[in-house]
């Protein structure tokens, strides 16, 4: 009887995740879905109706959930206003002469839109893959694999994703103690990511089709059709790192709005793109399409936290499994259900610290703690909610079934590199 009371929080949420991927393969909508599988989740947990409907209800009155329509309304905005103009292609065009190899073509651009820390930036960098590879014979599903992988390949250090910052809070280190040891991390992604997805025996070179040598763009001529992205980027972290340095009340999410919304006007302004164009865009079904799924899994999210399913994992793993849970299992599960970092660091760090804290193996925090970090960054990465995934599949009008079975081998490839790391840091 032990062994079911521990394990039915875990088996509830199992069978939503179920029931939202059956809703998926079907054909229901992905925001139906999700909606069902979050719904079906408060059913089972002893949620009545009326509590269901408030927390849906709620979920888009939340301030998190209004910075998010904007910051992807805005990325779709000035995506669509790129690839439009031609701007996205002319930039590949100067910058051809020193992306000479095609590999470096593909993921130069999503690796640099990783560097800013945007929820669903994978839909910015989409257009740009898609420039890039359009001489190359490169199947969607290929497109998605590498956009959405290689925009992710600093989540272990760079120090303005708020998963880090979270993590720092909570554990009361210094940001440099955590990335100084997590940084193996990053060169596992790249590693990993060029095993499965670039290396010869899986893009050949018939697939790829070396580009004849081209005159380098001048310096100039590559910031002036780069300017709307260097706004975007420059532009959010620098106003994130003021905001956090003087303001740090202020959400951090504003310097990201108030920089896409610099990029938008800076695009608009070089390629005489009027409203008329603006409002096209906001009338497009896509865009719409896009907002519904953010909606759904916010909703989700809220579902989940009304429910109190994270509190009853979490208990259940404290009276039993202890350490691996809380370190492993806990953060790869919440990180897989909710898709996204913050998720599973608010959600199980607090619990992994109580337990070394009562074990007295504070010494061992940092290893711990990243151990758990990779743990959860696996299941953010397997996870079909993953907001940056979602987008991708929908841009290149990608089934999500291909590309999900296709990311599980890498990103259990990138779980066992934490674990590995994590006995090398045991003191």
Not at 334 to 352: K, Q, S
Request: aromatic share 12%; glycine share 10%.
């Amino acid at each position: 009887m032990e062994i079911i009371a521990i394990a039915l929080p875990f088996v509830k949420v199992i069978g939503a995740f179920c029931l939202m991927l059956v809703g998926i393969r079907n054909r229901l909508g992905l925001a139906l879905s999700i909606l069902a599988g979050g719904w079906f989740m408060g059913l089972v947990c002893g949620l009545s109706s009326g509590v269901l409907l408030k927390a849906s209800g709620l979920a888009f009155l939340q301030e998190k959930f209004l910075f998010l329509v904007a910051i992807v309304g805005s990325i779709l905005v000035l995506s669509d206003a790129l690839e439009k103009s031609g701007q996205s292609t002319r930039l590949m065009e100067v910058l051809s002469g020193y992306l000479v190899r095609p590999r470096l073509r593909l993921i130069f651009f999503p690796a640099l839109i990783g560097l800013l820390p945007m929820p669903g930036g994978a839909i910015f960098s989409a257009p740009m893959v898609k420039a890039v590879s359009a001489d190359m014979r490169l199947g969607n599903e290929d497109r998605v694999l590498i956009n959405y992988w290689f925009r992710h390949v600093w989540e272990m250090a760079w120090p303005l994703y708020p998963g880090i910052i979270l993590t720092v809070a909570l554990a009361d280190i210094p940001i440099s103690a955590l990335i100084s040891r997590s940084w193996p991390g990053v060169v596992a992604m790249f590693g990993i990511g060029w095993f499965f997805f670039l290396r010869p025996g899986v893009l050949n070179a018939g697939m790829l089709q070396q580009e004849t040598a081209r005159i380098k763009g001048s310096l100039r001529k590559i910031a002036a059709e780069g300017l709307p992205l260097i706004v975007a980027i420059v532009g959010a972290i620098g106003l994130e790192t003021l905001l956090a340095r003087f303001a740090p009340r202020i959400s951090f999410e504003w310097g990201v709005i108030t920089a896409l919304a610099g990029a938008i006007f800076c695009v608009m302004a070089q390629n005489q793109l009027g409203f008329r164009f603006l409002s096209s865009v906001l009338k497009k079904r896509s865009l719409w399409t896009m907002l519904m799924v953010v909606a759904a899994i916010f909703v989700f999210k809220d579902v989940m936290q009304a429910a109190g399913i994270v509190q009853a994992m979490a208990e259940s793993a404290g009276g039993g499994v202890a350490l691996f849970a809380a370190a492993v299992f806990l953060p790869f599960l919440v990180g897989m259900v909710a898709g996204i970092n913050v998720a599973f660091v608010g959600a199980t760090f607090p619990l992994l610290l109580g337990l070394l804290h009562s074990l007295g193996m504070e010494d061992q925090m940092v290893p711990y703690l990243i151990l758990g970090s990779f743990s959860g960054f696996t299941g953010v990465m397997i996870s079909p909610i993953h907001i940056c995934f979602v987008l991708t599949c929908n841009y290149f009008a990608t089934d999500l079934a291909g590309p999900w079975r296709r990311i599980i081998a890498p990103s259990i490839c990138f779980g066992l590199s934490g674990v590995l790391l994590f006995w090398f840091l045991l003191p």
